[in-house]
Nanobody, 117 residues
């Protein structure tokens, strides 16, 4: 499995960005996809995740009400709509795909998000 993320960039506080992450290769039905981020000097942290059918989503408290995760299984793609961005949202955003039954846990290369104040 390979992941390729896109959509990062520079935005002013209060603005919006939409990240996309496309999976290729053998992804396996039933996988869970998610987004994590890492700010300079900090550890990587969970942002959001979504199950295969899209009816279960989870968010970090810091992004609830501002970020929305979704997926399109026909395109093997997960999205992260980020609204009302804050400078503390700045970091490298990584997408992840996992399927515990198949032993899959793959990370994408990351995309930079910078929010200016």
């Amino acid at each position: 499995v390979q992941l390729q993320a896109s959509g990062g960039g520079l935005v002013q506080a209060g603005g919006s960005l939409r990240l996309s992450c496309a999976a290729s290769g053998r992804t396996f039905d039933g996988n869970v996809m998610g987004w994590f981020r890492q700010a300079p000097g900090k550890e990587r942290e969970f942002v959001a995740s979504i199950n295969w059918t899209g009816d279960h989503t989870y968010y970090a408290d810091s992004v609830k009400g501002r970020f929305t995760i979704s997926r399109d299984n026909a395109k093997s793609t997960v999205y992260l709509q980020m609204n009302s961005l804050k400078p503390e949202d700045t970091g490298v955003y990584y997408c992840n795909i996992r399927h515990s039954g198949q032993g899959v846990n793959v990370w994408g290369p990351g995309t930079q998000v910078t929010v200016s104040s």
